[in-house]
């Protein structure tokens, strides 16, 4: 889960960098949205097939990642915003609608590497894990206010940790002694509880605990619900994930069009069409090379999908 291999720039090789342009199927001229830039691999990619009319609108909450937006292209605007503000400042930008949108739903080598961020579970740190560190929750606040029952849903949906309610109940227990504070006494709290391979079972723990502090499925869902109005017809979107919740959401969508309960029609007992078509039948998978060469794709699944 945790597994990366970094590019030159400290951020994550871009996986399926490849699949996922020829997916967008690129005009020249044409205006596409990078949701998540980080190191800028796919967005470089992008611009490589955009002549100077193109335009690439690029958005992420991390302040770090300005760092690599490249000097001197007026192709390119940077967002610092997280993507679930997508239609607001596509129009705040003068570009209501686009051509393409690209969404690389993994979390990034640079902040797992960067050990104040809490992300990783190989550091000692504080229990951070906040994409956009503006924001005032954090995992040590999840940890110290949430009752068992919220802990425990976050573990068993966001993680899938086997004995989730038996870890609510030590967290709820332990934080009575000693509040959480550092990566090293949370894992020490919880050895009792510990099931399997010890790192795996806390890369759950964890992949729980961001996503909660970050509302990851939140901000996917109302990204995804806009994507309707702002690509053209015949504009794709693609969206790279790298767990079964945030895949499920994208295929339901995809189908869809929607996550609005879908009423039956009386008369003909169909449901309306998605203003979708998907482009990607089955998940577009990495192959072995690109597996061999950068373990932490093992898990992503590609889906393109085209504005009708």
């Known amino acids: 889960m945790e597994q990366s291999t970094k590019s030159p720039g400290g951020y994550h090789v871009p996986v399926m960098l490849h699949e996922a342009i020829d997916g967008l199927n690129i005009k020249p001229g044409g205006v596409y949205v990078d949701c ?19 335009k690439l609108i690029v958005f992420d909450q991390d302040p770090a990642a300005q760092k690599n937006v490249p000097a001197g292209d007026d192709r390119i605007i940077f967002v610092p915003q997280n993507f679930r503000h997508l239609q ?12 393409g949108i690209l969404a690389d739903l993994g979390v990034s080598s640079h902040q797992f590497d960067e050990p104040a961020r809490g992300f990783s579970t190989r550091f000692d740190a504080a229990l951070d894990m906040r994409m956009d560190t503006k924001q005032k929750v954090t995992a040590a606040a999840v940890l110290q206010t949430y009752t068992e029952t919220q802990l425990h849903k976050i573990f068993e949906k966001y993680g899938e940790v086997t004995n989730s309610k038996t870890l609510a109940k030590t967290i709820v227990a332990q934080r009575m002694i000693a509040p959480f504070t550092t990566i090293s006494r949370f ?31 939140g901000a996917l869902r109302e990204m995804l619900s806009q994507t309707i109005s702002v690509l053209k017809t015949g504009g794709r979107i693609a969206v790279i994930t790298f767990h079964s919740l945030e895949d499920r959401e994208v295929k339901s969508f995809f189908k869809q069009g929607t996550f609005e309960e879908q009423e039956t029609d009386d008369v003909f007992g169909t449901k309306p069409e998605s203003p979708l078509k998907v482009i990607s039948k089955k998940p577009i998978v990495p192959g072995a090379n690109e597996i061999k060469n950068n373990p932490r794709s093992r898990s992503a699944k590609l889906r393109v999908a085209e504005k009708k």
């Open 187 to 217: 894992k020490q709290s919880l050895q009792q509880v510990v099931k399997g391979n010890p790192n795996k079972y806390f890369a759950q723990v964890f992949q729980a605990l961001r996503i909660e502090v970050n509302d990851e499925m």
């Open 36 to 54: 998540t830039f980080g190191g800028g691999g796919h967005s470089k990619a992008i611009l490589e097939q955009l002549d100077e009319t193109g």
């Open 88 to 99: 607001r400042f596509l129009r705040l930008y003068k570009y209501p609608q686009v051509d």
